[in-house]
């Protein structure tokens, strides 16, 4: 059944409920959708496709729509695999259909694909008239892939975004954010954006400013609902995460192997919890990275806690500091504690984390063997201090 968005612009994307690890990391309790469009003017136009074991799906659609006619273009907003793997299922079926795509997409399509021919090469900037309405094309580098570009129909005041303002989910019944009970898909659109696009601020910030001008009444993204009425909402998240803007509060991630250091993380969420109610306690052992990273990029406080381990830092926890570390994430209070039986190995790998991310360290706890009262005290004291900071600061 056909799902027309507005003026014969129709969805025509897939639900995947079966990947459980989304780039075999990210784990998805949701699931999440591949979209595409289909553009239904006096040329046909496909806007990206999906992953290859949903492409007999997505070309089911396209043939219904089609109704014997041919396929003119494909646009290629974005090459990652999840969107462009169906393309040569696509291009086995429909042989003469251009494919509308930059210099550095052509390059990926022929190095993933084999694709060599067959191009309408595209610039920054550059308008195709397609018959009742004209698609321009802009690009968005390094959101979050470098040949990332984004379509954007004038008549139809509507863009095609690629990933950018997605989110993993399904969409269940329904695509508009009309239909759709929003609460699952602002949570994950912004555990999406902390673990894939968040190394990126500066570039959805660029990308922000440049298409700021565009009068947009719809956003088609890759995943998740097609946005309408909450336009002002997900371009509002995307704009306060790509400045690393957060809320006060505070999230505490420990790492414990027998509770004593887990012991040390609930004085220092007592501290924190006697200043404001968002606290997040997080295991490193237990809670997946990613949920992790989404309550960091969204609360301006961060207190890390782990014991030594091996004559290191306990390696989740470093494992940790290095997913924060490669997204740059910026602008946060931060504290840490640590605990050792014989030999302290903590202190300098949150020293140097610190340095990295340029975040003043508000205090440091460590503990030999099991706390004292005295060092309850001091933990409670940093979990405190920390989350004054977020809210004096
Ligand atoms: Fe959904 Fe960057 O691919």
Redesign the pocket.
């Known amino acids: 059944m056909k799902r027309e968005l507005l003026n014969k612009i129709y969805y025509v994307g897939v639900n995947d409920r079966q990947k459980t690890l989304f780039e075999n990391m990210l784990p998805l309790p949701y699931g999440v959708s591949y979209n595409a469009y289909f553009i239904d003017d006096e040329k046909t136009v496909l806007v990206d496709t999906v992953e290859q074991p949903f492409a007999e799906q997505l070309l089911a659609q396209v043939q219904e729509l089609l109704a014997g006619r041919q396929l003119d273009y494909l646009i290629v907003n974005?090459m990652?695999p999840?969107?462009s793997s169906g393309i040569k299922t696509l291009q086995a079926i429909y042989p003469n259909m251009q494919i509308i795509a930059n210099a550095k997409t052509i390059d990926m399509l022929g190095g993933y694909y084999g694709i060599k021919d067959g191009f309408h090469v595209v610039k920054d900037g550059d308008s195709l008239n397609i018959g009742s309405r004209t698609l321009q094309f802009h690009f968005a580098p390094m959101v979050?892939?470098p040949e990332v570009m984004v379509t954007y129909s004038v008549e139809d005041k509507l863009l095609f975004s690629a990933?950018a303002f997605?989110c993993f989910g399904t969409l269940d019944g329904a695509v508009l954010d009309t239909e759709l009970n929003l609460d699952k898909y602002y949570t994950e659109m912004v555990r999406y954006y902390a673990c894939?696009v968040g190394k990126y601020g500066a570039p959805v910030q660029t990308a922000l400013k440049k298409l700021g001008g565009l009068d947009i009444k719809m956003i088609c993204s890759?995943?998740g609902p097609v946005w309408t009425d909450h336009i002002s909402e997900v371009i509002g998240i995307y704009d306060r995460l790509s400045k690393y803007e957060t809320e006060p509060g505070v999230v505490i991630a420990y790492g414990s192997m027998y509770g004593y250091t887990e012991e040390m993380a609930e004085m220092v969420a007592r501290g924190a919890a006697s200043v404001t109610k968002n606290v997040v306690l997080h295991d490193v052992s237990r809670s997946d990275h990613s949920y992790i990273l989404a309550d960091i990029f969204r609360y301006k406080g961060f207190i890390c806690g782990a014991p030594t381990y091996c004559g290191e830092l306990y390696p989740n926890a470093a494992t940790l500091l290095a997913k924060i570390k490669t997204r740059g994430v910026k602008n946060h209070e931060f504290g840490c504690f640590g605990s050792f039986t014989w030999a302290n190995a903590t202190a300098k790998p949150f020293e140097v984390f610190a340095e990295a991310m340029k975040w003043e360290m508000a205090g440091y706890v460590e503990v030999k063997q099991a706390m004292t009262a005295e060092q309850a005290e001091a933990l409670y004291e940093l979990g405190r201090a920390v989350a004054l900071k977020t809210i004096n600061n």
Request: proline share 0%; net charge negative; charged share 25%.
């Open positions: 974005h990652e999840d969107h979050h892939w990933d997605g894939i890759t995943h």
